[in-house]
């Protein structure tokens, strides 16, 4: 052990079987010393569990502390709040049980965050890679194109994705851009004590999360690659009408966590970006009154202004 801090990696696994061991491996391989590995096997059918097992031995001479837990399948939000009731360290680092951490990734993440205490998350670049490990470059449209003749990183395509975000500035992570979508990559370690549960009725977890940790703190983006996120038909966001079904829930759940008085500032902000967020007006008429349409993650309304007030044309409420 040293003096430096604990940190945790949690992994939710679930029919990994061709991925899961260079997923642990890449744990074993991380150059900062004191960790700790909690890895939970969320019912899988196939034979995750039984890699993880054989592993098990390496894993605990490795780690400060090693925790391997199967359970029936409970789906990925109590899978996530399980494995955070087991975390000990002061940092938690995400690590899905498909994708490949590279070995400096936390030492560099680390020195990022505990840099400056109002620092709440930090994230590097991620390398796209298919099912064999080879790195791929993505299209527009996130099809894989041979590496080095479309997008050749996820950090490349959100950014080009979100021009109104300096990856490298003030507004990366801030609670209004988060509220138009998720741009966080994947990779991130984390504050333990500024993560929020998870919840069913937030589907997107790591959107979730993010908006949550920007009302806590400054998120802080790496501009090198620390990840290696792997892209295959099961992916989730590649199913975009579960997208954005599951935007849509996360979106409304944002609504219902700002009733709380203390987070009145981001009801305003939250409020503005409902009604006026990716704005484009339809009809004009001077400065005082508009038609126009606004398309949110939850909804697609249109609206109608007459001088300072606003109405909704979609439902009866303003």
């Not at 994705?161 to 994947?186: C, H, Q, W």
């Not at 987070?263 to 008429?285: H, N, S, V």
Request: aromatic share 14%; charged share 25%; glycine share 6%.
């Amino acid at each position: 052990m040293t003096d430096k801090p604990l940190i945790s990696i949690t992994t939710p696994a679930y029919n990994h079987e061709k991925y899961i061991e260079e997923t642990i491996r890449s744990v074993i391989a991380q150059t900062y010393p004191d960790l700790e590995y909690i890895i939970i096997d969320d019912g899988s059918s196939d034979n995750t569990w039984q890699i993880i097992q054989d592993l098990k031995p390496e894993c605990e001479k490795r780690f400060a502390r090693f925790v391997c837990l199967t359970q029936q399948n409970a789906g990925i939000t109590r899978t996530l709040n399980r494995l955070m009731e087991n975390v000990r360290g002061e940092y938690v680092y995400s690590l899905a049980s498909d994708d490949v951490a590279k070995p400096r990734a936390i030492e560099k993440l680390y020195r990022c965050l505990s840099a400056d205490p109002q620092n709440v998350l930090a994230v590097g670049d991620d390398e796209i890679i298919n099912n064999r490990s080879e790195r791929v470059s993505w299209d527009a449209k996130r099809n894989i194109l041979p590496f080095g003749t479309g997008y050749e990183s996820f950090g490349s395509y959100l950014q080009k994705m979100r021009p109104d975000v300096d990856f490298g500035g003030e507004n990366f992570g801030s609670y209004k851009t988060l509220l138009a979508g998720n741009y966080i990559p994947n990779g991130f370690l984390m504050r333990t004590r500024a993560v929020s549960p998870y919840t069913a009725e937030a589907p997107l977890e790591d959107w979730y999360q993010a908006l949550q940790l920007s009302k806590k703190g400054k998120l802080v983006y790496l501009d090198e690659i620390l990840f290696s996120y792997r892209w295959h038909g099961s992916n989730t966001i590649s199913n975009i009408k579960k997208i954005n079904e599951y935007s849509k829930k996360t979106f409304a759940y944002e609504r219902e966590i700002l009733k709380d008085p203390q987070f009145g500032q981001y009801l305003d902000i939250y409020t503005r970006f409902a009604e006026t967020g990716r704005k484009k007006t339809c009809f004009k008429l001077g400065n005082f009154f508009e038609i126009y349409r606004c398309k949110s993650p939850s909804f697609n309304k249109k609206f109608l202004r007459l001088f300072n007030k606003t109405w909704c044309l979609n439902s009866k409420s303003k």
